[in-house]
């Protein structure tokens, strides 16, 4: 199987990749748009909205990732490339993003910072029904339990049907931590950096 | 409340350190991490100890060593981030967060804003080395290699510019359960959003929960089972 890394100069593509190669995946860091063609691609996204989106439209990603959904293929969002997946974010004075999902993303209530990690429980007969994840191919659980690592300022705000969606945490109830629509999932947690349950929900995703 | 380790990098080997001195060689660098991963410490703080105008960008190999880590563990790495030209040495690494200490005690606030810019706001970490010296408070400034009085530095623009606050206790580094927590009253800092490090143990741990502190950095014998991290993360959960 193999999966594209897009790669925009910002995130953490090292340990995104050293996370994926652990499944013995082919993955490939993809610079330019036109070599996005994989049938499954990860967004990972480090960073703030503004820049991001200002080096993700001057590459000419944008429409290749729009394609990308739209030809069926999927894609999985890190942190901030889950964010970007909504309409619009209030970070560095605001920001319109990708418009893929419909919500926005705001600062944390309180001005909280959310740094550390969060128990989920995930049932992977959940999300696996419509065929797009959880195919089994690298992983046979079909619960997916562990902690998870979050380090974050701004989080999402869903306004979609989705397919599966957990909250963020038990004190931030309001806020998505992970969301799954059709061929696009997301998670607001850090799968690379998050052990031995990082790489179960990776295998249990795919 | 999280709890992690600390680990200082020099010349491809891990350290781990006493009164801000005496360096504990560890070993090899992968090595440590891969039992680090597996006693599922909540982050890991790489520390390159620079003295004097050093910057990070002078160290190759340490560099490349910690390019090529290997760990599905939270890092965060700091030592001689000192100017805009170390930035693109940091976009390679396989790191979340980024340590500054000289750059926050110097008001050097266009590189924190440059550090936020390229990584996140939640990315900029400030540490301050203090110590007591008859009473009064000190905070050590790495790229003069000395101690400078507290009044000097311009602690409430370091608590706004960053997203978390490390006190490193360091009359207290490396022995256990002697971290000064009146630091934290002395500084004013909030401690949601204060990191300690420096001579702390299970009980340091369990103060530090009590007041709500952000995490503790575990800065010794983390290798050791009895002091490892899930050893601590009981006494945590216990308390």
């Not at chain 1, 997916?144 to 989705?162: I, K, M, P, S, T």
């Not at chain 2, 390679?92 to 390229?118: C, G, M």
Request: some cysteine; overall charge neutral; proline content about 3%.
């Amino acid at each position: 199987m193999k999966i594209d890394i897009i790669d925009i100069g910002f995130g953490n593509i090292s340990s995104v990749k050293n996370w994926l190669d652990q499944l013995e995946l082919e993955v490939t860091r993809v610079t330019h748009p036109e070599n996005l063609t994989s049938e499954m691609c990860v967004l990972p996204g480090v960073g703030s909205a503004g820049p991001y989106m200002e080096r993700l439209n001057a590459s000419g990603f944008t429409e290749a990732i729009k394609y990308h959904v739209l030809k069926g293929r999927r894609l999985l969002g890190i942190c901030l490339g889950f964010q970007i997946l909504f309409e619009h974010s209030d970070e560095d004075g605001g920001t319109e993003l990708l418009s893929i999902l419909r919500g926005k993303v705001e600062r944390i209530d309180g001005n909280q910072n959310h740094n550390g990690w969060e128990n989920l429980d995930i049932a992977v007969n959940s999300f696996k029904f419509k065929g797009y994840w959880g195919r089994g191919s690298h992983s046979s659980k079909q619960f997916l339990r562990g902690r998870a690592f979050y380090n974050h300022e701004y989080a999402v705000l869903n306004n979609d049907q989705c397919d599966y969606s957990t909250r963020l945490s038990s004190n931030l109830r309001k806020y998505t931590g992970l969301l799954i629509k059709d061929n696009v999932a997301g998670a607001q947690f850090h799968p690379e950096k998050s052990q031995l349950f990082g790489i179960n929900f990776i295998k249990g995703l795919l | 409340m999280r709890i992690g380790t600390s680990v200082l990098v020099h010349n491809g080997l891990a350290y781990q350190s006493y009164n801000w001195s005496i360096y504990r060689p560890l070993g090899n660098v992968q090595g440590v991490i891969d039992a680090l991963d597996e006693y599922e410490c909540d982050e890991i703080a790489l520390i390159f100890p620079t003295r004097n105008d050093q910057s990070i960008a002078s160290k190759t190999n340490d560099l490349d060593l910690v390019k090529n880590i290997c760990s599905t563990s939270p890092m965060s790495i700091g030592g001689g981030i000192r100017s805009f030209d170390d930035i693109p040495y940091l976009r390679e690494l396989p790191l979340e967060r980024f340590i500054v200490s000289s750059a926050a005690v110097l008001n050097n606030w266009k590189l924190i804003e440059q550090l936020k810019y390229h990584f996140g706001p939640q990315a900029v970490q400030s540490i301050l080395p203090v110590k007591y010296d008859r009473e009064e408070l000190y905070v050590f400034l790495c790229s003069t290699n000395k101690f400078i009085p507290l009044n000097k530095i311009d602690l409430n623009a370091i608590a706004e510019l960053s997203n978390e606050v490390i006190i490193y206790d360091t009359n207290a580094d490396g022995f256990m359960d002697r971290f000064k927590f009146n630091l934290i009253s002395k500084l004013c800092l909030d401690p949601s959003k204060t990191i300690i490090t420096g001579g702390v143990g299970p009980k340091c741990i369990k103060v530090a929960q009590k007041i709500g502190i952000s995490a503790c950095m575990i800065d010794n014998r983390t290798l050791h089972s009895e002091n490892s991290i899930n050893a601590l993360k009981r006494h945590a959960r216990l308390s």
